[in-house]
C-alpha cells in the first residue's frame, strides 16, 4: 500500500524548482537522506531521466514517475512532489515533446525484477482522476495520504 508508504519527510507540497533537475535534485537527496538511496541515486536518476523520460499527461494532468536501477537503491521506497508552478518534464516514449509536470512520484526499487511491478503499481494509481484531483487539492500530508488510501482501500 503506497499510502502507508509516505513518510513526511518525502511528500513535499507545493514544491518550488526552477526546471524538473531542480525537483529531481531535492527529492533525490531526499530520498538518500532518508536512507532510500545509495550515495549517486541522485545523479544516477538524472542520468537515467536524460535517457528514459517519465513524463505523462494523464488526461490533462502531468505527471512524472522518476526511477533509477536497483543498484543505487538500499531500500524501496516512494517520495510525491506537487509542484507550485507546471515544470516541464520530456514525454515518456515520445521523442521532442514535452509536457507541463505538476505531480511527481519517485519511488525505489530493491531488486531487479521488483521495477516493472512497482511501476504498474504507480501507473494504476495515476489513471485514476480523483487520485490525481486529490494530490492537486491536498493542503497538508496527510490530504497526500488520504488520496491515495481511499483509492488502495477500494482495490
Known sequence: MIWKELK???IFLKL???D????????GDAMIQEGYGEEGF???LLEREKDYPTGLDVDG?????????AEHVKKEGISIAVLDEPIVFDAMGEE?????????IMFTVAGKDKHIDRLLQILDMIKDEQILKGLLAAKNKEEVRTAIQKREKTC
Do not use: F
Not at 524538473?20 to 527529492?27: A, S, T
Not at 494532468?61 to 536501477?69: K, L, Q, S
Open 8 to 10: 513526511d519527510t518525502l
Open 16 to 18: 518550488k524548482a526552477a
Open 20 to 27: 524538473n533537475k531542480e525537483v529531481l535534485q531535492i527529492m
Open 42 to 44: 541522485t545523479e544516477a
Open 61 to 69: 494532468i502531468g505527471v512524472a514517475i522518476p526511477h533509477t536501477d
Open 96 to 104: 521532442d515533446y514535452q509536457i507541463p509536470v505538476k505531480i511527481v
